[in-house]
């Protein structure tokens, strides 16, 4: 049987952005008027089964009904990582057809609730679209909605209550009644933490309560004093590398989602912190130990005795260099640190130094990584609310502290036709049901502090991205390293956001847009425009078919933007999509 994307892929109809009804309507791309998406797709019984690198089974699980056109390995991955409930229990998901229809059909009923919609009939063909973008394998939402999303609204699943969401009637943040009742949806979160003993620690249990329900976590920790500097009672700090210790062990234990996988976390460091030394060198030393162990027989497996031994193995490190930094770098100049506290010149160090300790430990294990300080204040869209401090585990998303950001990928080569033509309408319209729906979850979701539910309620960030580019570049018979490859991405990353935002524009005309866009409209709006201007750079190699859409969502989204605002902050990130 053809799936749904092959019957579709050529006649995609155009996108209809018209706010002349309160609400979206949703015309159908990827689904059957009258026919269940899951009835358009043949099912197979299969056995999901995971073997460690010693050949011993570590999970399985039989008779799992899964679509045939998934491969082996979705079907190991889904079973595996998405499936609730304890093995062999009455409660657990046996096919892919619960997971995804408990998911998607949550999310087109709180929208219908909204007011998303322009009708009950467009709210239903929204669950047909978007169940049948997840069914044949055209996106997918980050984990933490897989895991959470749907266990109370189709099953009744309560869970223990312990974080925060938006209350619409009371217009202020309350503690969740229980966990899935208002789910985690987000997988990148941003967190502050101040320099004292109570909040270093709080840090601690929000970062524990983010791992426990799947989602990652960062933290800029520049606001925490030195060791060089001096507590107010007398004696010495214990400086940040000394918490990131803590911290560690924390997300050491603390599996992601109650799963198998690993937490994750980011830490920064900003380049003029008196401890960036320590702070550059600080995971190479680890890593130094870690291969003598090997070396003296420790099992090498990155989850074995040698690295399960030593530190700093949950966490990814950056250090935020300026651009002063960088022409210092350029100079062979001097780079002078300055204390939390007061500001007054601490440590001096060669810049050329500095900068050859973090090539060498990104060399040795990975670590620290850099991020643009002032590249990244210069594309905030929020500029006038506080700055950028920090980012999620993998970088992708940037944004104030104390927020989140759900998740959803669109698989690129679900896109391209058999001539190996890109369907740029048909990759719009998934954008346009993706951003949709994550925009449901913000106010439907919980979060772990009551700080991160306030923002996420006024800022609303979202973060739609894509994967399999490099396929899709190699079946251009491109090299993934060559201007046509580059061009190609240029141009489909320019749509997506561009849609995404339009997209977010025609919610704000709805709906009206995030309460912090009055305040931030006009670097916002100048965001924007520096995004349209990029589309000026894209290199004519790529199809232009492509470059004139990219033109044209962009025009649309400004205009659209200018008389509505938008609905969120941000719209897109390109995720590692590991999973």
Known sequence: MASVGE??????????????????????????????????????????????????????????????????????????????????????????RQLIHRVTRTIADWGRDDGYFASDEDAERFYDELTALCLNQFGAFNSPVWFNVGLYHCSGLVGTANNWRWDDETRSVVKAESAYQYPQGSACFIQSVADDMQDIMRLATSEAMLFKYGSGTGTDLSTLRSSQERLAGGGRPSGPVSFM???????????????????????????????????????????????????????????GAAYSSVMFQNSNLSVRVTDAFLRAVERGDDWTTHAVTTGRPMQTYPARMLMDKIAEGTWLCGDPGLQYEDTIQRWHTCPNTAPI????????????????????????????????????????????????????????????????????????????????????????????????????????????????????????AHLGPFEGFALNREPMLR???????????????????????????????????????????????????GT
Not at 409 to 418: A, D, G, I, Q, T
Not at 420 to 428: E, I, L, M
């Open 7 to 96: 019957r579709k892929m050529t006649d995609s109809p155009e996108i209809r952005t018209s706010p002349r009804r309160p609400g979206m309507e949703i015309p159908r791309v990827f689904s059957t008027e009258g026919v269940s998406p899951f009835d358009l797709v043949d099912w197979d019984l299969r056995t999901a089964e995971i073997k460690d690198e010693r050949g011993r089974v570590i999970f399985r699980q039989t008779d799992c009904e899964i679509p045939r056109a998934w491969s082996q390995l979705a079907t190991n991955v889904v079973a595996s990582k998405y499936f609730y409930g304890e093995l062999s229990s009455p409660e657990r998901e046996t096919s892919v």
């Open 245 to 303: 210790r803590v911290y560690d062990a924390i997300a050491s234990v603390v599996k992601s989602g109650g799963k198998t996988r690993r937490a994750a976390k980011m830490q920064t460091l900003k380049c003029w912190h008196p401890d960036i030394l320590e702070f550059i060198e600080c995971k190479a030393k680890e890593e130094k130990k870690a291969q003598a162990l090997i070396q003296a027989g420790y099992e090498a497996n990155f989850n």
């Open 389 to 508: 401090n920090s980012s999620n585990p993998c970088s992708e998303y940037m944004f104030i502290d104390d927020s989140a950001c759900n998740l959803a990928s669109l698989n690129l080569m679900k896109f391209r036709r058999e001539d190996g033509t890109f369907d740029a309408q048909g990759f719009r319209a998934a954008c346009r049901i993706f951003i949709t729906a994550q925009e449901i979850l913000v106010d439907h979701a919980s979060y772990p502090t009551d700080r991160i539910a306030a923002n996420s309620h006024k800022f609303r960030p979202l973060g739609l991205g894509y994967a399999n580019l490099g396929c899709l570049i190699m079946a251009s018979g491109d090299p993934y390293d060559s201007n046509q490859g580059r061009a190609l991405a240029g141009v489909i990353t320019a749509i997506m956001h561009g849609q995404a935002y339009l997209t977010s524009a025609e919610h704000a």
């Open 527 to 577: 965001v924007m425009e520096h995004h349209r201007d990029a589309v000026e750079g894209i290199d004519a190699s790529c199809p232009p078919e492509l470059l004139a859409e990219a033109h044209e969502v962009w025009d649309d989204c400004l205009d659209w933007g200018r008389q509505y605002g938008y609905r969120n902050s941000q719209v897109t990130v390109i995720a590692p999509t």
